[in-house]
């Protein structure tokens, strides 16, 4: 790389990572150092950062009052043999044609100024391409995907790939995102903005970082199979106003938290079912949650309503927050669409009017989330203590179409289910035994005979440590097939 050298001798008070004062120095024509007067003592710049990239290296720092220009430079780390780079009028600037591996120290003052700040032992990183994906491997051996190279659709995260912020922000050709088994971290609005994104699957434990998945507009469903480690970051769900479903399995011991506004205005999310692991739900997470109707909140999860800012499930049940500022924020109309006072039965949210459903919440006696649906007249119930608790529900719904020699079974999807075992009746041993294993709510069996009624029981099944977990079992379902 050419460019105007400044050599050591001039740069002995450049010692250390902050604001330094070296001599103004200028390159003749020839080539030949000078050093000429001192120019005014202008403010070096603050707040400089340097982010490493691939074969280069990106700085930013604040804006100096009355500066209109900056100059950049660099060096070999701990070398003082600074090369000048360019000069830029706006406040960051990046460093190219770098080798990878190889460390750097930078510096930038105003043009014309004296003092510098200067960021040290910044390394470019070896990126890799692989399908459609450009990936950094960091010392520790994780791997993250930096850029996203494909061209929409399902999306399919290889197992250990995480995602750094801002990846896929804006992408409107993505439809869904899974992730692979092992433990993964999404970055700060890493899809935000992906207003195609219908649906997200987590196979492995996950922490969601701040703003994640904020503001797509149309996501549906998003299933946690493995739960958290850390948790879900705030404003992470922020504004998916079409999520109708959050299935969360914690199958390890982390424990994790659901920060401030994680779930707010996700005006389609009808229930949600918090595991033992979570112990906190902070300020504003369910906020604007209009439609969420049943909540189960264990015991061990704290929910932070203690100061006027809390308002965790504000607006899911009609009734106002404790914030005025928020609740200036919202007009009720009442039966004649022109009277605007406070009425708990319409909200208008971004000129839409939404009648919220009536919340219950499944509690603990004595638990947090106990106090707090007593505080803000929330119906609750207390949660089962039987042993069948912990148990995804049994299917129901049941729905049967039917030919002579085969019937077909329908049912309600289960929550958290992950597969579903059908039973047959067998009448001569008087038992109900395994007929087939089926992913979705449907099942043919087929082989049958004619004019004959079979009975039926289904079960649904949650993936745990690898194994199906039974669930609790449906009632007995009784087809007759036809005679011809």
């Not at 460093?95 to 120290?105: A, E, F, P």
């Not at 910044?122 to 990126?127: A, E, K, L, M, S």
């Not at 069948?388 to 077909?408: C, E, N, Q, R, V």
Request: charge should be positive.
């Amino acid at each position: 790389m050419k460019g105007k050298k400044i050599f050591s001798s001039l740069l002995a008070l450049v010692l250390a990572v902050g604001t330094v004062t070296i001599p103004t120095v200028i390159t003749t024509d020839g080539g030949n150092i000078g050093i000429v007067a001192e120019a005014a003592d202008n403010a070096a710049p603050k707040n400089f950062k340097a982010e490493a990239g691939n074969k280069s290296v990106t700085l930013t720092w604040d804006k100096v009052s009355g500066a209109s220009e900056y100059d950049v430079m660099y060096s070999l780390a701990g070398k003082n043999h600074y090369e000048f780079y360019k000069t830029v009028k706006d406040t960051t600037c990046t460093v190219s044609g770098l080798t990878n591996g190889t460390s750097y120290d930078f510096l930038v003052q105003v043009k014309g100024s004296n003092v510098c700040s200067i960021a040290e032992k910044i390394t470019p990183q070896n990126f890799t391409v692989s399908g459609d994906f450009v990936t950094l491997k960091d010392k520790n051996g994780f791997v993250y995907i930096t850029e996203y190279t494909g061209k929409g659709g399902a999306v399919v995260i290889p197992d250990g790939y995480s995602v750094v912020g801002g990846v896929f922000k804006g992408n409107k050709d993505i439809t869904s995102v899974t992730f692979g088994k092992d433990a993964v971290s999404v970055g700060k609005e890493a899809f935000k903005d992906c207003n195609n994104l219908k649906k997200v699957v987590f196979n492995g434990i996950a922490c969601v970082d701040e703003s994640a998945f904020q503001d797509c507009t149309y996501l549906k469903t998003v299933e946690f199979k493995n739960g958290f480690y850390k948790g879900i970051g705030p404003y992470a769900f922020y504004r998916c106003q079409s999520l109708e479903k959050v299935t969360i399995k914690q199958t390890t011991t982390e424990k994790f938290v659901i920060s401030g506004n994680a779930f707010a205005s996700c005006f389609s999310l009808k229930s949600i079912n918090i595991p033992s692991e979570c112990t906190d739900i902070y300020g504003c997470a369910f906020l604007n949650c209009f439609s969420l109707e049943k909540v189960t909140i264990p015991s061990t999860t704290k929910i932070h309503d203690d100061d006027n800012n809390s308002c965790a499930f504000g607006y899911c049940y009609g009734t106002k927050t404790y914030n005025d500022s928020i609740d200036r924020n919202f007009v009720t109309v009442v039966a004649d669409g022109k009277t605007a006072i406070y009425s708990p039965s319409q909200i208008e949210f971004d000129y839409m009017k939404y009648t919220p459903k009536k919340l219950t919440m499944t509690v603990t006696k004595g638990s947090s989330a106990e106090k707090y649906a007593k505080n803000n007249k929330i119906a609750y119930k207390y949660a089962s203590s039987s042993k069948t608790s912990d148990k995804l529900a049994a299917p129901a719904g049941f729905k049967a179409s039917k030919s002579a020699t085969k019937i077909t079974l329908k049912w309600d999807a289960v929550d958290g289910a992950d597969a579903y075992r059908v039973y047959m009746y067998n009448s001569k041993t008087g038992k109900y035994e395994k007929c087939k294993t089926v992913k979705s709510a449907k099942c043919t069996i087929s082989g049958l005979k004619k004019g004959t009624q079979y009975k039926f029981k289904v079960v649904a099944l949650d993936t745990v440590n690898g194994k199906y977990k039974a669930g609790n079992t449906s009632k007995s379902v009784a087809v007759t097939t036809k005679t011809k």
